[in-house]
């Protein structure tokens, strides 16, 4: 609150998401988690992942040593936001999953907000 004056701020909804970019353009997966560890995390990839895929990510420490937790994650490349956009090494980014955020985040935001019970229905209805 502001002075007393505002909305109560809510406990946040983390959604994860993933994007394939074999297709174009590229498909999309987003599910909402309870945490942001690593066992959540990985579990969500290893339902999703398809076999020998190649994962880009930025670099927060839930995704240290991937391959090591994700069977078909046969190669693991990452950014560092800190001093790069796209990794000069490998090219690895992560322009294609803040975009697809971006798309979504935009729909969210036209519709004024959306009620957390129906966040899960949006989120289906968006990546079908």
Known sequence: LHNGVGRAAQQPVWVFGMVNTQFAPARGYMEIVQR?????????????????????????????????????????DRVNHRYHFVDPNTGAHTQNIESYWNRFKHGIKSMKGVKRVDLTSYLKEFIW
């Open 36 to 76: 942001r560890d690593r066992a959540t995390l990985t579990g969500v990839i290893n339902r999703n992942l398809a076999a020998n895929s190649t994962i880009h990510s930025d670099s927060w420490a839930a995704y240290n040593n991937l391959p090591l937790h994700v069977p078909n994650c046969i190669q693991h």
